[in-house]
C-alpha cells in the first residue's frame, strides 16, 4: 500500500506489479477501469477485436498507452502489452519448515507470521446481465468460461494459463466493484488475516470458509469504501493446455461454510444498497452495485436473513468439481492475461479526507435530567463508532455533534436551530427527554428535517409528520399501557380488587395515570385514593401516610426518576411496604438496587434476557454497553429501556439513510413510513397516528435487585413469572 | 374529601416538622449571614450538597460513621466560609453582586459534583437509615428526629451566643452600624470571617443531615432554594432560631394539606401562609 497524494496505490509482498488504485474525489466509491495485459504477439488481432467492439478514449486516470474500449456494461477496458502477471502454475503453498521432532508445528500467537498477500487473483464485477458481459469478454478479450450459476454469477479464466477465475460477474442492477481477491500462501493466513482485520477495527467480514467454485479457502474483509476484498487461499487452477469443462453450479451448493453454518448465515456478506436484494442471490455475492450516472449509493453490510439458504453440510459429494483432461491439447487462444483496476473511492486515506455526515442533537448533559441523558450519550457514541467501523453512511464516516441543553426545552430549542444553521449538520437525532423533544420537534419542522427520538412519552403531542419515535408506546399509551398492567396483574396469583393511583403532575406521566384510572375503573378496580403533587415535592411522608391510610391491593405511582424512590422511602419511614406497586418511568438502577422496591412493577421494551437477547445485534451491543456505562461512572451499567430506546433510534436513522441511499429528509421520512425497521426492541412501524406504531411495552418487576420481563408470557425471562407478596 | 384520621394527620404534621427542621438548619446559616454580613450566599446550598457527597462517600466507601464524618466536615466547611468571605469582602462585593457571584460559585459546585459523582442518584445507606422509633401510632424515624435535635440545639445556642456573649454582641452591633462598631474597638473583618465560617460549618452539618434522610443528586441543589428562602425571610435575616420556627410553619401547613386535600395544593397553602405572615408580622419595614 502506497500513498501517493489523493490516491493509493496496491501492491503486494514479493511483487512489483501495481495490481489496483485507489483515487479520493469525495464521492461515493465507484470502479473506473480495468487493465489488462497481452502478449506481444497476440496485441495486434486484440487491438482489431477492441476497435470492432467501439474504440473509447483513454480513462483520464490512467496511463493512456494502448487501446481502449468498453465492455458490455460499459466500464472502461484497457489491453496494453506487458508481462504476464497471472499465475503460469498452480501456486505453492508456502514452505513452513517442519518443526523439529518433539514441537509443535503452530507458532505462538504473538510469533505468528505476518499475513503477506502474494498477488492479486481475481476481482468480481457486478453487472446487471452476466451473461452479456461473458460474451463480450469471451468475444472480444479471449477469456474462457470457468464455471457459472445460472445467470447469478459465472467465473472467467485466461487461456494462458491462470487462477480458475481472474475475472468474475455477479447479478445486480448496476455495474461496479464487488471484491478483489487476494492470494496468500497459507489456510492459516486466512484466518490471521481476517484476526488481523478485526483487530485493526475492520470488523465486518465473511467466512472462514471454502468455495466449491474455484475450492479456494476465504475471508472476506469489507473496506472504507464499501467494496470487499478477499483472502484467498489454495484456489484453483487452469492450465493453459488444459480444457476446463465449465459446470453450472446451484447456489446453494457453492461453499463450505468452515466456522459452522449457522455462524455463516449470521455473518454473511450481504451488501443491498437501498434496492431489494434478488431473492435468487447467491450466497456471497449479493446485490452490491454502483449506481447509474447521478445516483448515489451506499453498500449496506448489514446482514439480512432469508435470502441465503446456507447448509453446513455442503459436503464433497455434492460438488462438481469437473476434472482436467490431459492429453487434450488445446490451440493456445488469443487473450489477456494481466487483470488490474483501477477504482474512484470516498478517500484516499480510509475515510480522512472524505466530508463525514454530521449528525446533531442535543442531550441533557447537566441538570436533573442529567442522569438519564448520560445513558443516551454513552449508547450513541457506541453506535456511531460502531456505524463508523462498518464504513459509515454512504461511504462517508459519520460525526456525532452533541450540545448540552442543561436539561431545559427552551436551550435545546436555541441549539437545534444552531446546529441546522451554524453546524450546518446533515441529520437530527432527537434530545432527552419529551419536552426537550418538543422543543427539538419544532425546529425540525421548521426547517423540515426528519427528527428520530429516544424517549419521546405523549404519542398525541407529537403533531409532526417528519418525526419518528423509538419509544414504542403505540398511538394511545394513556389506554394500553394500562390495559397491559391490570391484565398482568389479574392473571397474577393475587388479583387486586382495590387501587391507589398517585401521582407527579409531570406530563409524561400524569396523563398515564389518568389513563390507568380511567382503565381500573373500566376494570372494576375500587379507587381508594387518587392525589397528585407537584413536580420538585420534597415531603412525600404525608403522601405515604395517606397511602397506608388507604391501604390499596396495589398502588400505581406515576413518578418520574427520584420520585418513586423518594415515596419508598417516605412508605419505609413510617413502616409501610406497598403489597403491589406500579412505577411510572422509575430510574432504573437506584430502583432495582434498593431494598424497598421488591416486587415493584415497571413497563419496558428491552431487558437484558432472551427474547430480547437474542436480537441481531443485541449481545454485542450489551457487552460494549456495560464497558462504556462502567467508564463514564453510571452506577447501573445494564442495558434496559432507556439504552435499548437510545440505541433503537440510531438503528432507525441508519435503516432509513440505508433504505433511501440518502440523507435527504423527505425520502427519508417517506421510507420510514412505508417500511419497518429491524430493531433490537423488535420490528417497528411508523405508519399509525403521530407515526407510532405499536405498543410494546411490557410488565417487569424488580426480582432479587434485578429488573425481569415478567410478562407476556412469549416475553417474560426463562422462568420468570409475576411475583406478589 | 373525607376528614383524615388522627393518626393520619399526626403522621402527616410530625412529617412537616421533620421537612421543616430541614428547612430551618439549611436557612440557618444562610440567614444569619445575610442578615448580619450582608452577603446572601446561594453557594450555602451548593456547600451543603457538596457535605452531603462528602458524608456519602465517606460513610459508604469509607466506611465511617456518618455522624463521624462531622469531624473532618465541620472544620473543612467552616474555613470554606471562611474563604468565600474573605474573597467577596477582598473585592468589595455588594450584597446584591454577591447574590450573583455565590450563584455562580453554586453552579461551579453543582457541576463537581457531577463530575466526581455523576448525575445519578447517591443514597448513603448507614446504620441510622432504616431506624425508626414507635411512639403511640406514630412513626419516628431517627435521621429526620437527628435533623431536628440538631436544628433545635444548634439554633439555641447560637441564639444564647448572640445575645450573652461579647462576640455575639459585637457581631450584632457591625450588622447594625459597622463604623460605629469599629470604632468601639470591633475587628470588623475578623468577626465577619469568623461569622462566615460559622455559616459555612452549618452549610456542612445541614448537608450530613441531607445524606443521612435523602436521595442525592446534583440538581436536587436548587430545589430546596425557594422554599429555604421563604423560611429565613419569614423567620427573620441574622435570627438563628426563626428560620426553624419558619420552616415548621411552612413544613407543616404543607403536610397537612397534603393529608387533607391533594399535594399539589401544598405550595399553594404554604406560601398563601408566607404572604400573609409577611404582610401582617408586627415590626416590618
Redesign the interface.
Known amino acids: 500500500m502506497r500513498r501517493d497524494g489523493n490516491r493509493l496505490d496496491l501492491y503486494t509482498h514479493g511483487h512489483a506489479h501495481r495490481w489496483g488504485t485507489v483515487y479520493a474525489n469525495g464521492a461515493p466509491k465507484r470502479l473506473q477501469y480495468v487493465s489488462f495485459a497481452a502478449y506481444e504477439d497476440d496485441f495486434d488481432a486484440l487491438t482489431q477485436r477492441l476497435r470492432g467492439a467501439g474504440a473509447a478514449d483513454p480513462h483520464p486516470l490512467s496511463d493512456g498507452q494502448g487501446v481502449w474500449t468498453r465492455d458490455a456494461d460499459g466500464t472502461p477496458i484497457q489491453v496494453v502489452v506487458g508481462p504476464k502477471v497471472s499465475p503460469t502454475a498452480k501456486a505453492q503453498a508456502t514452505q513452513v519448515p517442519a518443526p523439529e521432532p518433539g514441537r509443535g508445528a503452530a507458532p505462538g500467537r504473538s510469533a505468528a507470521a505476518p499475513v503477506q498477500p502474494r498477488r492479486l487473483s481475481h476481482v468480481l464485477l457486478f453487472s446487471p446481465d452476466v451473461s452479456r458481459q461473458v460474451g463480450f469478454y469471451e468475444r472480444v478479450l479471449g477469456l474462457r468460461l470457468s464455471d457459472r450459476s445460472g445467470e447469478i454469477i459465472a467465473f472467467m479464466h485466461g487461456p494462458h494459463a491462470s487462477d480458475h477465475h481472474m475475472l468474475a460477474f455477479a447479478k445486480s442492477e448496476a455495474p461496479g466493484l464487488h471484491h478483489s481477491s487476494w492470494d496468500v500462501g497459507r489456510f492459516d493466513d486466512v484466518g490471521l488475516g481476517a484476526e488481523l482485520m478485526k483487530a485493526k477495527g475492520y470488523g465486518h467480514g465473511w467466512g472462514v470458509g471454502r468455495h466449491v467454485v474455484g475450492s479456494n479457502y476465504f475471508y472476506y474483509v469489507q473496506d472504507p469504501w464499501g467494496s470487499w476484498a478477499e483472502y484467498s487461499y489454495d484456489i484453483d487452477f487452469v492450465p493453459a493446455d488444459v480444457e476446463w469443462r465449465a459446470g453450472d453450479h446451484p447456489p446453494e451448493d457453492s461453499f463450505y461454510a468452515l466456522n459452522g453454518g449457522q455462524a455463516i448465515i449470521r455473518r454473511r456478506i450481504h451488501f443491498t444498497s437501498g434496492v431489494r436484494p434478488s431473492p435468487t442471490t447467491l450466497s456471497s455475492i449479493a446485490s452490491n452495485r454502483e449506481p447509474p450516472e447521478g445516483r448515489r449509493a451506499i453498500t449496506n453490510g448489514r446482514p439480512k436473513r432469508g435470502d441465503l439458504r446456507c447448509r453446513g453440510d455442503a459436503g464433497a459429494n455434492s460438488r462438481r468439481r469437473t476434472s482436467m483432461r490431459t492429453g487434450h491439447r488445446f490451440t493456445r487462444g488469443l487473450g489477456v492475461a494481466l487483470c488490474s483496476f483501477a477504482l474512484l473511492a470516498t478517500g484516499a486515506h480510509a475515510q480522512g479526507t472524505q466530508a463525514p455526515i454530521r449528525i446533531g442533537s442535543t442531550l441533557a448533559l ?3 435530567l ?2 438519564t ?2 445513558v443516551h450519550k454513552v449508547v450513541g457514541e457506541i453506535y456511531v463508532e460502531q456505524l463508523n467501523k462498518r464504513g459509515g453512511l454512504l461511504g462517508r464516516p459519520v460525526e456525532w455533534i452533541v450540545r448540552d441543553d442543561q ?1 431545559k426545552p427552551e436551550l435545546a430549542r436555541t441549539l437545534y436551530e444552531q446546529l441546522l444553521t451554524v453546524d450546518k449538520v446533515d441529520l437530527l437525532m432527537g434530545p432527552y427527554a419529551t419536552g426537550a423533544i418538543l422543543s427539538a420537534m419544532s425546529v425540525a419542522q421548521r426547517y423540515d428535517k426528519v427528527l428520530i427520538h429516544h424517549t419521546f412519552g405523549i404519542p398525541s403531542l407529537a403533531k409532526y409528520d417528519k418525526q419518528f419515535p423509538a419509544w414504542s408506546l403505540g398511538p394511545d399509551p394513556a389506554n394500553t399501557v394500562p390495559t397491559t398492567v391490570f391484565t398482568a396483574l389479574a392473571a397474577s396469583p393475587k388479583p387486586p380488587k382495590t387501587i391507589a393511583v398517585v401521582t407527579s ?1 409531570f406530563p409524561s406521566v400524569h396523563f398515564m395515570s389518568l389513563g390507568a384510572r380511567e382503565v381500573a375503573k373500566k376494570r372494576g378496580l375500587n379507587e381508594v385514593l387518587f ?4 413536580f ?4 412525600y ?6 397511602i ?2 388507604a391501604k390499596p391491593d396495589f398502588l400505581w405511582v406515576g413518578a418520574l ?2 420520585e418513586g ?2 415515596l419508598l ?2 412508605m ?4 409501610y411496604a406497598p403489597a403491589e406497586h406500579f412505577y411510572m418511568y422509575p ?1 432504573p ?2 430502583m432495582s438496587k ?1 431494598p424497598l422496591a421488591k416486587n415493584a412493577l415497571s413497563m419496558t421494551m428491552f431487558e437484558e434476557h432472551p427474547p430480547f437477547t437474542n436480537a441481531a445485534g443485541a449481545k454485542e451491543f450489551i457487552d460494549l454497553y456495560h464497558e462504556r456505562a462502567a467508564k ?5 451499567t445494564s442495558v434496559e429501556v432507556q439504552a435499548a430506546a437510545s440505541y433503537t433510534a440510531w438503528q432507525i436513522l441508519e435503516a432509513a439513510v440505508r433504505g433511501t441511499n440518502s440523507i435527504d429528509d423527505a425520502k427519508m421520512a417517506a421510507w420510514l413510513k412505508a417500511n419497518r425497521v429491524e430493531t433490537i426492541q423488535g420490528k417497528l412501524r411508523f405508519d399509525g397516528p403521530s407515526n407510532y406504531g405499536d405498543d410494546l411495552m411490557r410488565v417487569k418487576q424488580v426480582q432479587n435487585g434485578r429488573w425481569v420481563t415478567v410478562y407476556p408470557k412469549e416475553y417474560a425471562a426463562p422462568g420468570a413469572t409475576l411475583l406478589v407478596q | 374529601m373525607t376528614f ?2 388522627g ?2 394527620l399526626a ?2 404534621a ?3 416538622v ?2 421543616g427542621s430541614m428547612y430551618g438548619l439549611l436557612g440557618m446559616g444562610l440567614g444569619l449571614a445575610w442578615g448580619l454580613l450582608h452577603i446572601i450566599n446561594l453557594a450555602h446550598f451548593g456547600f451543603a450538597f457538596l457535605a452531603a457527597y462528602l458524608c456519602y462517600q465517606l460513610a459508604s466507601v469509607g466506611g465511617i460513621d456518618p455522624l463521624l464524618t462531622l469531624a473532618l466536615i465541620i472544620p473543612l466547611f467552616f474555613a470554606l466560609g471562611m474563604a468565600v468571605q474573605w474573597l467577596l469582602s477582598r473585592f468589595s462585593v455588594s450584597p446584591l453582586n454577591s447574590l450573583l457571584a455565590t450563584f455562580g460559585l453554586t453552579a461551579i459546585i ?2 463537581g459534583i ?1 463530575y466526581f459523582w ?4 447517591r ?1 448513603l445507606e448507614s446504620v441510622y437509615s ?1 431506624q ?1 422509633l ?1 411512639v403511640g401510632g406514630l ?1 419516628v ?1 431517627v435521621p ?1 428526629l437527628l435533623t431536628l435535635v440538631l436544628a433545635l440545639v444548634l439554633g439555641f445556642s447560637i441564639w444564647a451566643a448572640m445575645r450573652y456573649t461579647n462576640l455575639g454582641r459585637a457581631l450584632r452591633a457591625l450588622a447594625e452600624d459597622a463604623p460605629m462598631a469599629a470604632a468601639f474597638g470591633v475587628n470588623r473583618r475578623a468577626h465577619a470571617l469568623l461569622l462566615a465560617g460559622v455559616c459555612g460549618a452549618l452549610a456542612g452539618i445541614a448537608g450530613v443531615c441531607l445524606a443521612l434522610s ?2 442525592l ?4 441543589i436548587y ?2 432554594v425557594g ?1 429555604v428562602f421563604a423560611a429565613v425571610m419569614l423567620g427573620g435575616l441574622g435570627s438563628p432560631l426563626g428560620p426553624v420556627a419558619a420552616g415548621m410553619v411552612v ?1 407543616v401547613s ?3 394539606t ?2 387533607f386535600a ?3 395544593w ?2 399553594i397553602v404554604s406560601f398563601s401562609l408566607l404572604i400573609a405572615l409577611l404582610l401582617l408580622r408586627p415590626g416590618r419595614t
Open positions: 447537566t441538570g436533573p442529567a442522569a441523558a448520560l436539561s403532575k392525589l397528585e403533587w407537584d420538585g415535592n420534597l415531603d411522608g404525608p403522601i405515604a401516610a395517606r397506608k391510610d426518576g427520584l424512590n423518594q422511602e417516605a419505609n419511614k413510617i413502616d430510574a438502577g437506584p434498593s463514564a461512572g453510571i452506577p447501573d | 383524615p384520621s393518626t393520619l403522621q402527616s410530625l412529617s412537616g421533620f421537612i453543582e457541576a457531577q455523576t448525575a445519578d442518584f443514597k432504616g425508626k414507635r412513626f424515624p429526620e435523602f436521595t443528586t446534583p440538581s436536587q430545589a430546596w422554599v413544613g404543607e403536610a397537612v397534603m393529608a391533594s399535594p399539589s401544598a405550595p
